[in-house]
């Protein structure tokens, strides 16, 4: 089976930008959750999708937003981006059992 | 709430073994362990739900106190490889959503 497919690995953008990630789950999995990790807060949760709806929700600004396809593709778009908001962006999809397999993540950088 | 890991750093020689826990304020219904290697992706190493069992594969097993609300993380006989940064992350309800602790870095040297 394919892993969690993220694209793309790198960005780098301006503050003020706004930027869409995209995430491709393992097939099978409908749960795809976002998570975005730094050295000062470490791994955070954004929020979860789950059959096209969003079921979890983490403490971010509304600026972060997320959307998830039929087909369970994820994608997750920040507006307006701030310097704080470079991270690893993470997309984990999960199994019925409740296993989390993370992708490679989204390196991005705001300048 | 974040999960608590201890200790927040260990560094050990091959073939020694080490313990890593993860304490919540919070009831838990599961936990997950991933490690994390610099610069890669966490790998899913494995999940416990509420009952209080042990999990292992390998030379890595794992233990659920529903009770305490903790978990530990047993690595035996370590290798090189094992080295990265291990996380716990605990759930609650049958979801995807996971609160991770601050992670535990392990050093293995020969």
């Known amino acids: 089976k394919a892993g969690v497919t993220q694209t793309p690995r790198y960005l780098i953008k301006t503050r003020g930008q706004q930027v869409t990630l995209s995430c491709s789950p393992i097939?099978?999995?409908?749960?795809v959750s976002w998570y975005q990790q730094t050295p000062g807060q470490g791994l955070q949760f954004l929020f979860e999708?789950?059959?096209?709806?969003?079921?979890n929700k983490g403490n971010f600004p509304g600026r972060f937003s997320g959307r998830q396809f039929s087909n369970s593709r994820s994608e997750m778009n920040v507006s307006t981006l701030e310097l704080g908001d470079s991270a690893l962006y993470l997309c984990?999809?999960?199994?019925?059992?409740?296993?989390?397999?993370f992708g490679q993540g989204t390196r991005l950088t705001v300048v | 709430q974040q999960p608590v890991q201890s200790p927040q750093a260990v560094i050990l020689r091959e073939g020694e073994d080490a313990v890593i826990n993860c304490s919540s304020s919070?009831?838990?219904?599961?936990v997950h362990w991933y490690r994390q290697k610099h610069g890669e992706a966490p790998v899913f190493l494995m999940i416990?739900?509420?009952?209080?069992e042990q999990k292992g594969h390998d030379k890595i097993s794992a233990s659920f106190n529903e009770k305490k609300q903790q978990s530990s993380l047993y690595l035996t006989a370590s290798q090189l490889s094992y080295s990265g940064t291990y996380f716990c992350?605990?759930?609650?309800?049958?979801?995807?959503?996971?609160?991770f602790g601050q992670g535990t870095t392990l050093q293995v040297k020969p």
């Open positions: 984990a999809s999960s199994s019925p059992d409740r296993k989390a397999f």
């Open positions: 097939s099978g999995h409908r749960s």
């Open positions: 999708y789950f059959s096209e709806t969003q079921r």
């Open positions: 919070k009831a838990l219904y599961s």
């Open positions: 416990l739900l509420k009952g209080g």
């Open positions: 992350g605990t759930g609650r309800g049958n979801t995807g959503k996971l609160i």
